[in-house]
């Protein structure tokens, strides 16, 4: 099947804007860096999972599905977005949390994506790590013994479906560039359950575009994250009939910026969350784009991007857990 004939529901603002960011390039004295805005993607306050959802919730319906049912980390953008859509469709909204993030602070218990998630009108569950699993099995079970029709949608929404999203997103992104007279040679993007990244690459691969998709990893290594996006890209090639080979080189995750896990700072995030808000007045987020900005500063300052690359920092938001890491920026100055 082509890409158009996927149902899909619209749920997200696009296109995203597509900006330079003129005072970190000068800053940097490195590449012309570019953003693209999916932390405007609407959908309670945007991020990259409004354009998964698009095509996640489309099957959702397909199926005759009543009920949304996913898990993610306790401040899971993903969680909050799914949220949003259920009650934009009058679903209802089942959230699986395990406390993957050793945080306990009172604004990460509450306040964040998990104020927006109960304001959306979704149930919220945090089990202990080692019962998330069985956590979304009972919960499916009882939902479908209350006679509920749930639709379980993996963490971060990284199925083949929900990277079409991103498949159509570098479509979208072409047209901005040809608009503008940009010929992007790297992308930057944080991998995390790698539907994103993936989509991206498979986008791409089909046009013919030879930019090199830099993912940096917020969680785990490269040598789990690198074959996690390349059957996720080849599956997404799958789907849409594409015969194009994917060439092993062509998946790049950088592991080095993860610090000591998943949702946990690092001072390389706090150096670019501030260093990017006081030069463009433009917010990251503490667990994705501010890691994954640290690895673009570091790619810069060590040479490996020179002056005369066009980079797209992929801004895939996360705004709304800043919130929640009040205290770590606090702290910081
Ligand atoms: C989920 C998320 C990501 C990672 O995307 P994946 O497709 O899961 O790799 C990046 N940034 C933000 C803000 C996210 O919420």
Sequence with gaps: MKLAEYPRTPLAHLPTPLEILPRLTAFLGGPRIYVKRDDQT???????????????????????????????GPQSNHARQTAAAAARLGLSCEL??????????????????????????????????????AAIDTRREQLIAAGKRPYFIPTGGSTPLGALGY???????????RAERIDFSHVVVP??????????????????HSAEVHG?????TQREKAPLVRNLTEQVLQLLDETTPLPVDRVRVDDRFVGPG??????????????????????????????AMAGLIHSVRSGQLSATDRILFWHTGGTPALFAYQDIFARFD
């Design 167 to 177: 498949v159509r997103a570098v479509d979208e992104l072409f047209e901005q560039a």
């Design 262 to 291: 998943y949702g946990l700072p690092t001072p390389a995030m706090l150096d670019a969350v501030t260093l990017v808000a006081r030069l463009e007045g433009l917010l990251l987020d503490p667990v994705y784009t501010g890691k």
């Design 42 to 72: 609407g959908l309670a306050m945007g991020g990259n999972k409004a354009r998964k959802l698009e095509y996640l919730v489309a099957d959702a319906l397909a199926l005759g599905c009543d009920t949304l049912l996913t898990t993610g």
């Design 191 to 208: 991998t995390g359950s790698g539907g994103t990244h993936a989509g991206i690459l498979a986008g791409l691969l089909m046009a013919g």
């Design 96 to 133: 699986v949390l395990p406390r993957v993030v050793p945080i306990s602070t009172p604004e990460y218990e509450r306040s964040g994506n998990i104020l927006l998630d109960r304001l959306l009108g979704a149930n919220l569950e945090f089990p202990p790590v080692t019962q998330g699993a």
């Design 216 to 220: 940096i990893a917020v969680s785990g």
